[in-house]
């Protein structure tokens, strides 16, 4: 089993800085994809940026430019770097680990807090 704990959520004005992290714990090998996803209130779900331990990263439109994601593979750790936040970054943060080995698996996160106030 693999456990995801993140850290680093918490409330910044419009415009500053905030560091997410997710450490994984458990028996990870192989392929696999770290990434942030967000949940604001009444809307889904949605990727915010993703990073293969190959060091390939994806990031949606709405964060590009301003986010940044990486990863330490010792430490299967997975960091965000969040720059010139907005009201609209405003959402529960959540750290996925997909593992693709004989099948795939998803593990998750408890999310934490991102308030962006204007």
């Known amino acids: 089993q693999v456990q995801l704990v993140e850290s680093g959520g918490g409330l910044v004005q419009a415009g500053g800085s905030l560091r997410l992290s997710c450490a994984a714990s458990?028996?990870?090998?192989?392929?696999?994809?770290m990434g942030w996803y967000r949940q604001a209130p009444g809307k889904q779900r949605e990727l915010v940026a993703s990073i293969t331990n190959g060091g390939s990263s994806n990031y949606a439109d709405s964060v590009k430019g301003r986010f940044t994601i990486s990863r330490d593979n010792a430490k299967n750790a997975v960091y965000l770097q969040m720059n010139s936040l907005k009201p609209e970054d405003t959402a529960v943060y959540y750290c996925?680990?997909?593992?693709?080995?004989?099948?795939?698996?998803?593990?998750w996160g408890q999310g934490t807090q991102v308030t962006v106030s204007s």
């Open positions: 458990g028996i990870i090998f192989g392929f696999n994809v």
């Open positions: 996925k680990i997909q593992i693709m080995a004989t099948r795939t698996s998803d593990y």
